[in-house]
């Protein structure tokens, strides 16, 4: 008889071994590495099937585990996957074995807020069973919105509805090399998870689905997938049985999604301020931010409420813990160095990397009406407005603004009012700079400053004919101003604009545009004086009134009178002009 060899251990006792000798409970490796306690521990027992290769190899990296370790740990995974098969092609049931998969990527670390989705999603699921062909919903928003963080945390509840498994997988929709996934590579990951082996899954589209979808009969499943470019890319992906439930995420809209398939839609929107206080409480402790409240609400601020960055401001607080957070809000406070600041240097983290995946997928037209609406002085902006910024007719700055809206890069919270959020804006003006040179730039600004100042000069005449009138220099070509057609009309556009007026005016003394930083608060003055006598809606204060610089104020003419009413202090910015 030669030397018998001692079995190599199983892929349960590996784990377990690795995780004493690293001196970490159960707990501690599972917060290390991402993965759920349950996971973990249904590891460590060997009731694990197929393990993972990413969660092993997260596992992995949290044990900091050598090359030879990380080699012994895969070579026992590959071993345990290879005993199953045997064991399930032997047969023991009567169909075709399908295993379970359990794909579903780890949580984010302290999720909070969103309980008014989870709720959606939750009565959503109630009504599942009513339907033939399975729930699909569709969660879109913009990017880093929270879309994955709510999917994954709201399946990880719900894993007992689904005893059959859950299926994810990334479509790469918005990529930063430009290149989705393919749905028939997805469906191949899919047939894979489901232990079909690697010889028997069909080459083409079609006949992939078809497995699939014959796999999946009578199943229980979550299908995850996440990132989707289009309703093209997730159609073939969709079961069509029962039992099975499919969370969509996607930047775009899936309009197509919810039309023809009738997907549920959910659209994801900034967080509250509440939920983004939560955020940063559960990753800085809610001790540092009573310390600095005047800080912590201006980091929410500065972030916009958009998770993403939050989570990217935490990130570095948490680094930084010996810094005040008024510290850091300093930082942040330059909106021209916030994107820098914002920067991670890595991919999926990394703001800037982000807007840019969503924005290399625009068509040209569509990625200069993102660049230009940089350059606008916000908070919103018309499609008639757009038009001018452009220099486009008033029909495609529609269809350009409309593109935009779908992908979630410009928000339409009013019917007909376009706003950028203000990273995204911060984002939108540095491309501009960036890409567009110094006469286009201006150009643009020029446009828009005659866009409102002609517009508001007609209106102005409408409230007040008697006015006395300025003369002024004819608009650039390009600009196409509103037609207002009566005093109701002319008092209801000055309402609309009257933010983005104000914003117009700093913008306009800011840029050396210096006759519009005094033509455009004479146009305002009566509407504003209107405001404050009564005769209009009085909503806020006053604006500062700039005066025009001697060379710029008309020979003979005295210069307008302060428009009336309370007026603001400190200089004006160009993002909002309202002091309350
Ligand atoms: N509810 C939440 N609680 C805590 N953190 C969150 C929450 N939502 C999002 N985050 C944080 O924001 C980051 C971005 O979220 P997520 O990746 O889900 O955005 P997304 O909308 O899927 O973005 P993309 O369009 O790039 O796919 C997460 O990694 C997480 O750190
Ligand atoms: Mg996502």
């Keep these: 008889m030669g030397a018998r060899t001692e079995p190599e251990p199983g892929l349960h006792v590996l784990v377990r071994g690795y995780r004493s000798a690293a001196g970490l409970t159960q707990e501690e490796l599972a917060k290390r590495s991402g993965l759920s306690l349950r996971a973990l521990s249904d590891i460590e027992r060997g009731r694990t099937a197929r393990p993972n290769k990413h969660s092993l190899a997260l596992l992995a990296d949290a044990l900091e585990l050598s090359e030879p370790a990380r080699a012994r740990l895969m070579a026992a995974r590959r071993h345990l996957v290879a005993e199953v098969g045997c064991r399930e092609s032997a047969g023991d049931g009567d169909g075709p074995p399908v295993a379970m998969p359990r794909l579903l990527p780890a949580p984010v670390r302290c999720f909070t807020g969103r309980v008014a989705e989870l709720r959606v999603l939750n009565d959503l699921l109630e009504q599942a069973g009513s339907r033939s062909d399975g729930l699909i919903t569709a969660i879109t928003g913009t990017a880093g919105v929270g879309k994955t963080a709510l999917a994954v945390y709201w399946a990880r509840q719900h894993l007992a509805e689904f005893p059959d498994g859950q299926l994810y997988v990334d479509l790469r929709g918005f990529a930063p090399d430009g290149y989705p996934l393919p749905s028939a590579e997805a469906l191949g990951g899919f047939l894979e998870a489901l232990q079909v082996p690697s010889g028997q899954i069909p080459a083409t589209l079609d006949s992939r689905q078809a497995l699939y979808r014959g796999l999946l009969t009578g199943k229980r499943i979550l299908v995850l997938l996440d990132n989707a470019r289009d309703p093209a890319q997730v159609r073939p992906l969709l079961p069509g049985s029962p039992g099975c439930v499919v969370v969509a995420t996607s930047r775009s809209e899936l309009t197509g999604l919810v039309c023809a398939d009738d997907a549920r ?9 509440a939920e983004a206080h939560e955020l940063l409480a559960a990753r ?20 916009a409420r958009l998770p ?3 989570a990217i401001t935490a990130a570095r607080a948490a680094t930084r813990s010996q810094f005040p957070l008024a510290v850091l809000a300093a930082e942040l406070r330059d909106a021209r160095g916030r994107l820098d600041r914002l920067a991670t240097g890595e991919d999926a983290t990394d703001l800037r990397a982000v807007f840019s995946w969503s924005c290399h997928q625009l068509s040209a037209p569509n990625a200069r009406m993102f660049r230009l609406l940089g350059l606008h002085p916000g908070p919103d902006i018309t499609d008639a407005a757009a038009a001018s910024l452009a220099g486009l007719p008033r029909s495609e700055a529609r269809r350009l603004l409309a593109g935009l809206t779908r992908r979630h890069l410009l928000a339409e ?16 003006a540095e491309l501009a700079a960036a890409t567009e040179d110094e006469q286009d730039r201006r150009a643009a600004i020029g446009r828009t400053l005659d866009h409102y100042l002609h517009t508001a000069h007609a209106a102005a005449l409408l409230l007040k004919p008697s006015r ?5 220099t004819p608009a650039r070509s390009g600009v196409t101003p509103e037609h207002v057609a009566d005093h109701l009309q002319a008092l209801g556009w000055f309402e609309a604009e009257r933010e983005v007026l104000l914003a117009a005016i700093a913008m306009a003394a800011e840029t050396g545009f210096d006759a519009y930083a005094w033509q455009l608060p004479s146009a305002m003055a009566d509407f504003l004086d209107g405001e404050a006598t009564g005769m209009s809606r009085p909503r806020f204060s006053a604006p500062r009134w700039l005066p025009p610089p001697a060379s710029e104020t008309p020979r003979g003419r005295p210069r307008p009178a302060a428009p009336s009413g309370r007026h603001t202090a400190g200089s004006p910015t160009t993002t909002r002009h309202v002091v309350t």
């Design 284 to 303: 800085l402790g809610a001790d540092r931010l009573a310390a600095e409240p005047a800080a912590t609400a201006e980091l929410i601020a500065l972030c």
């Design 265 to 273: 839609p959910l659209t994801l929107d900034l967080l509250t301020f």
């Design 468 to 472: 006395e009138l300025i003369t002024l």
């Design 413 to 428: 919270p009013v019917p007909g009012r376009y706003a950028l959020h203000d990273l995204l804006r911060a984002y939108a």
């Design 308 to 310: 993403l960055a939050l």
